[in-house]
């Protein structure tokens, strides 16, 4: 049973702080309340008091309790949560450091301060008090992973410490892979660049070899062309001039000249221009003496104001026969051959154009 005497300080400091000092303490605790409950006079009787007879009513302010503000329990809980919470902090410097917490600045103090609190003295004791835990005995192993404690981390912070180091050596290493797939990709793509160069300078240059290759053929086989040309035809004359040309005009045509006039002295021997069958040898009025030959393509072949004929209709005749001399029959100014060239047998064209169409230098 409760009594309504009121708890002074003097009756909690005992229990509390030790031995009453009646000079130190109460100079530090004069700012708290000293007592607890209704207040009663020396000579009044001490009666019993029921907290909760006043919860069954409302308070008035007659029995109110004042805000606790500072309590030695209160207090001592107080102090107690600073305690742990500045030994959990010492322990995890010191774990997290290789040499302790006598190796961090400031660490050594921290842990003496806490000894001082009067709670924790006892807890936490002294090297001739209490036994000597391992200096490496972690405060937690929350986080500590099997693969943790197999690489021999125990520490929650050092695991942890652990971890962030592998996660920046595999990033470090996924970056190193990931620029050496890069530089490898590159030095491919630059090596595909060359290889293909490379490729379209072989493909240009060996287009351009089979190029020169068919010019040169095309050039030897037109020199083959015209040394054969050379050797299946022939000029008429070896010794002649040009006295009239191909398209002239003049009196003595009807409307223009129609062939060309190698003038040369009389009697002097016609050779037959290429190889082909003699279609007709007979007089032809203003033409004179005339031998037509027709060439193996149909093309005709006219020799005119002949002073004789050695050959006849139907005779074949080769390149370089003789089948004629030099003359001046029929409508003639002076002795000399008239050579025209029909290639359809009807349009003549100029004898010099095909003479030399067909290898012949003139």
Same mark, same amino acid.
């Given at each position: 049973?409760?009594?309504?005497?009121?708890?002074?300080? *003097?009756?909690?400091?005992?229990?509390?702080?030790?031995?009453h =000092?009646?000079?130190?303490?109460? =100079?530090?605790?004069d700012?708290?309340?000293?007592?607890?409950?209704?207040?009663?006079?020396? =000579?009044?009787?001490?009666?019993?008091?029921?907290?909760?007879?006043?919860?069954?009513?409302?308070?008035?302010?007659?029995?109110?309790?004042?805000r606790?503000?500072?309590?030695?329990?209160?207090?001592?809980?107080?102090?107690?949560?600073?305690?742990?919470? +500045?030994?959990?902090g %010492?322990?995890?410097? /010191?774990?997290?450091?290789?040499?302790?917490?006598?190796?961090?600045?400031?660490?050594?103090?921290?842990?003496?301060?806490?000894? *001082?609190?009067?709670?924790?003295?006892?807890?936490?004791g002294?090297?001739?008090?209490?036994e000597?835990?391992?200096?490496?005995?972690?405060?937690?192993?929350?986080?500590?992973?099997?693969?943790?404690?197999?690489?021999?981390?125990?520490? %929650?912070?050092?695991?942890?410490?652990?971890?962030?180091?592998?996660?920046?050596?595999?990033?470090?290493?996924?970056?190193?892979?990931?620029?050496?797939? /890069?530089?490898?990709?590159?030095?491919?793509?630059?090596?595909?660049?060359?290889?293909?160069?490379?490729?379209? +300078?072989?493909?240009?240059?060996?287009?351009?070899?089979?190029?020169?290759?068919?010019?040169?053929?095309q050039?030897?086989? *037109?020199?083959?062309?015209?040394r054969?040309?050379?050797?299946?035809? /022939?000029?008429?004359?070896?010794?002649?001039?040009?006295? &009239?040309?191909f398209?002239?005009?003049?009196?003595?045509?009807?409307?223009?000249?129609?062939?060309?006039?190698?003038?040369?002295?009389?009697?002097?021997?016609?050779?037959?221009?290429?190889?082909?069958?003699?279609?007709?040898?007979?007089?032809?009025?203003?033409?004179?003496?005339?031998?037509?030959?027709?060439?193996?393509?149909? &093309?005709?072949?006219?020799?005119?104001?002949?002073?004789?004929?050695?050959v006849?209709?139907?005779?074949?005749?080769? &390149?370089? =026969?003789?089948?004629? /001399?030099?003359?001046?029959?029929?409508?003639?100014?002076?002795?000399?051959?008239?050579?025209?060239?029909?290639?359809?047998?009807?349009?003549?064209?100029?004898?010099? %154009?095909?003479?030399?169409?067909?290898?012949?230098?003139?």
């Open positions: 049973m409760a009594s309504n005497r009121h708890a002074s300080l *003097e009756d909690t400091h005992q229990d509390t702080f030790g031995p =000092d009646p000079h130190g303490a109460r =100079d530090t605790l700012a708290y309340p000293a007592f607890y409950g209704p207040t009663t006079t020396p =000579d009044e009787p001490y009666a019993e008091w029921n907290p909760s007879e006043e919860t069954l009513r409302p308070v008035r302010g007659k029995h109110r309790v004042a606790q503000r500072g309590g030695t329990i209160a207090r001592s809980r107080a102090v107690l949560g600073v305690g742990v919470m +500045a030994a959990v %010492a322990g995890g410097m /010191a774990t997290a450091n290789e040499e302790g917490a006598a190796g961090m600045p400031g660490v050594g103090a921290a842990a003496d301060k806490v000894k *001082e609190i009067p709670v924790l003295g006892g807890l936490l002294t090297p001739d008090t209490a000597a835990a391992p200096a490496a005995a972690p405060f937690t192993s929350a986080g500590v992973t099997q693969a943790d404690i197999a690489a021999g981390h125990t520490d %929650a912070g050092e695991a942890l410490r652990a971890r962030i180091l592998q996660q920046a050596d595999q990033q470090e290493a996924t970056a190193e892979a990931e620029d050496r797939a /890069a530089a490898l990709e590159a030095v491919q793509a630059d090596a595909a660049a060359e290889a293909a160069e490379a490729a379209e +300078a072989e493909r240009a240059a060996e287009e351009e070899r089979q190029r020169q290759a068919e010019e040169e053929r050039r030897r086989e *037109e020199e083959e062309r015209l054969q040309l050379r050797e299946s035809y /022939a000029l008429p004359l070896s010794d002649y001039r040009i006295s &009239t040309t398209g002239e005009s003049g009196p003595m045509w009807q409307t223009t000249h129609t062939g060309t006039d190698f003038a040369a002295p009389a009697g002097t021997p016609v050779k037959n221009v290429h190889t082909g069958t003699v279609q007709e040898a007979a007089w032809a009025g203003s033409y004179g003496y005339r031998v037509i030959i027709e060439l193996e393509d149909g &093309t005709e072949v006219w020799y005119c104001h002949l002073s004789s004929m050695s006849s209709a139907g005779q074949e005749v080769t &390149t370089g =026969d003789t089948i004629g /001399a030099v003359g001046s029959t029929g409508n003639s100014s002076g002795p000399h051959l008239h050579l025209e060239v029909l290639p359809n047998g009807t349009d003549a064209i100029d004898p010099l %154009a095909w003479l030399r169409d067909k290898g012949l230098s003139i």
